[in-house]
């Protein structure tokens, strides 16, 4: 029903939520029982995003709306409009906080690493922050007072290895989510929401991070044989983010011989008498790089791509 020619409007998300393939919460599963992989879920989204609302459900319940890194459907409920210059000067202003735990809760609702809070006034114990409510679906800007905690950051951290390790590691054995489903997340999430936290904003999918996206790349998929690649690993700094087809890990550098990676992912494959078996994982692990996929290959064989997000 989309019109050549339709009228926008301009909106921010209250809490998290998620943008669907179809305006609808009927999932849709590759086979029976998979209910871990909702192919009709997108993305999560998180509060305070903006948003571009292009269409409404014909039931009423759903926008079809567009933020920075990703297009979808998105509950109403969710959302709140406002005009364009409202929303920019109020996610804009000078004074923020910045999430840097794995997830907080203010109120009742859930706040994901990366997400940008605007601040209007810090005391010796607490922060006065301003926080969007819906007032009959118009954005309305209200004050709450918080405490201060470690899982909040006035303005983004600085942008150090150091620093980027820590936050990783803030997900350790956090359950593995498809699209953010169940208030988690995926293997790009993971390296978008740790990124958030220093003000760099990733395209949302594997492909469009690596190949897309600006920074010091590392082409590996040039390289020829698992001990080629070894030695070009070799001279890959830590904390480079590897990427290959439809998965993204974080590379922590060399330890007593291995290579290892944090990443969020479903499983791997092992030798078992000559047979691959699948070991699901499911969460946020340390690993070395030389577990297997499907094909029985290594990781490190099929990764083709490291990234440093660093513009020279």
């Known amino acids: 029903s989309l019109s050549n020619t339709n009228a926008i409007k301009y909106g921010i998300t209250i809490e998290r939520t998620n943008?669907?393939?179809?305006?609808?919460?009927?999932?849709?599963?590759?086979?029976?029982?998979?209910?871990?992989?909702?192919?009709?879920?997108?993305?999560?989204?998180?509060?305070?995003?903006?948003?571009?609302?292009?269409?409404?459900?014909?039931?009423?319940?759903?926008?079809?709306?567009?933020?920075?890194?990703?297009?979808?459907?998105?509950?109403?409920?969710?959302?709140v409009f406002g005009e364009k210059e409202e929303i920019l000067e109020y996610l804009n202003q000078e004074s923020f906080l910045v999430v840097i735990d794995r997830q907080i809760h203010i109120e009742d609702k859930i706040f994901d690493m990366g997400v940008r809070i605007p601040l209007k006034e810090e005391r010796e114990d607490s922060y006065i922050i301003l926080i969007p409510e819906s007032g009959d679906n118009k954005l309305e800007i209200v004050e709450k007072e918080i405490l201060k905690s470690k899982g909040l950051h006035l303005g983004y951290l600085p942008y150090t290895k150091e620093n980027i390790i820590l936050q990783a590691f803030k997900f350790k054995n956090e359950p593995y989510g498809w699209g953010g489903l169940n208030n988690t997340r995926d293997c790009s999430a993971f390296i978008m929401d740790i990124y958030r936290c220093f003000g760099i904003k990733l395209p949302r999918n594997t492909q469009d991070q690596g190949a897309k996206s600006l920074g010091i790349g590392y082409d590996l998929k040039h390289t020829g044989t698992t001990e080629e690649k070894l030695e070009f690993l070799e001279e890959i700094p830590a904390v480079t983010v590897l990427y290959m087809p439809g998965h993204t890990m974080l590379y922590l550098g060399k330890e007593q011989g291995d290579h290892y990676i944090i990443h969020q992912f479903a499983g791997y494959y092992d030798d078992n008498n000559g047979n691959l078996e699948y070991i699901p994982m499911m969460k946020t692990a340390l690993t070395p790089i030389t577990i297997k996929t499907s094909s029985g290959k290594t990781y490190l064989e099929n990764i083709y791509l490291g990234k440093e997000f660093i513009i020279e």
């Open 19 to 79: 943008f669907r393939t179809f305006p609808t919460y009927e999932p849709s599963y590759r086979k029976q029982g998979d209910i871990e992989f909702d192919r009709f879920q997108e993305t999560a989204v998180y509060p305070l995003e903006p948003l571009i609302i292009y269409l409404e459900s014909k039931d009423g319940q759903w926008y079809f709306a567009r933020m920075y890194n990703y297009i979808g459907w998105i509950p109403k409920s969710s959302v």
